[in-house]
């Protein structure tokens, strides 16, 4: 660790391929959960609760529940994050996939034995080790010369977009007993955490050390607070950065509610909610890799979240309307679309609005800001799902209205950015 070295082209390239599997087997157990945990709340409520419990209770633990996972890695991200620069990215990044299975073997025997609490630890812990983030993204800078980091990061956006696919889809059919007797609500995060165990052992065979210097530098539990206050000192940013918030959640409304929108409206089962999950993920990869690249120099940055936001906030709301599923099928193109442009043309507009030297700050203060957007949003939906199943959604496209709002009418008309 901490040598200064240069690692050879196929060591490189061995490396960056682990990299990958390690986003995406990551972005793989994230979607799985899609289709289970609505679920087990509103399809199998005996699970966890006695005969007679409250709804609005199971709504509000519900709530709790999807908060965990965001709510840890808020802190982790950025602990494991300084800790690599410290120690190195392999050792760190063997710790976190180590945490991350623990968590999936003990949210697995949580639903086998009907436990709660141990669903809770099983998300929490997770949630922290998934702040692994963090180190993929430094061992990828670490491996990446100046012309190919813009191509390997894209690698790494690949593989957060192939994971939404699979993990969805994998999730509603592995928890499907009508598929095969072997199938439960519990074997999608034994085939998730034995996928895990593999990544482990090839961290440790086959990957090496890219952390070229050590960093010395105080560890800080408290650096996803301060990323958000300094948000908001920064004159030239703060409204951007409050587009950013006000995006992450209304986008994470809908991620975290239309599942359970389409159980209590529509009866779908686990492998439904997978399918049609995993459909929006073909169209996120879709229009990250050819329609952004279409549009890539060819428009103004500034311009296209002018449009993209509005059309995310519209394509929200109408989800409310179909009467029959299929009909799903067509209207949710938008919202994939919609927000695949959306999020890299903002973050393209922070970058070329912040000096080179400020760059990494920047965003990590976008992250945080990310992070707390996603906490915040199962909390609150928990609470407006005891009034109306479709308050989550209808809240959502209102936040994304006026993060549109603030972006068109603050934000670009301001002289500062022009």
Known sequence: MGKNRQLDEKTAKRSIGIIFLTVLIDMIGIGIIIPILPALFFKDTNLFFPPGTSEDYI???YGFLIAAYPFMQFFGAPILGALS?????????????WGTFIGYILLAYGIVSQNLILVFIGRLLPGFTGGNVAIVYSAMADISSAKDK???????GAAFGLGFIIGPALGGILADDTISPWFHNYTPFIVTASLTLINIALVYRRFPETLK????????????????????????LRSLFVVILLHAVGFSFFTNFFAVYLYEVFDFTQKDVGYLFGYIGLWLVFTQGFIVRQLSGSVSPRKVPQVSLLVLSAAILLILLPQKASTYYWIIILIPVAQSISNPYITTILSEATSPS?????????????????????????????????????VGSIVIFMAWMIFVFVFNKSEKYK
Not at 85 to 97: E, M, S, V
Not at 223 to 228: A, D, E, K, L
Not at 361 to 380: A, H, N, R
């Open 59 to 61: 709504k509000l633990i």
């Open 213 to 236: 210097e050590q960093k010395e530098g105080r560890v800080n539990a408290l650096t996803g607070f301060i990323n958000i206050k300094r948000a908001f000192e920064i004159p030239n």
């Open 150 to 156: 813009a191509k390997n990061f894209g690698l790494v």
């Open 358 to 394: 400020q760059q990494g700050e920047m965003l990590g203060i976008k992250q945080s800001l990310f992070s707390l957007g996603t906490v915040v949003t199962p909390v609150i939906g928990g609470w407006l799902i005891t009034l109306d199943i479709s308050y989550p959604i209808i």
């Open 85 to 97: 620069d410290k120690h190195g990215r392999k050792p760190l990044l063997q710790l976190a996939l």
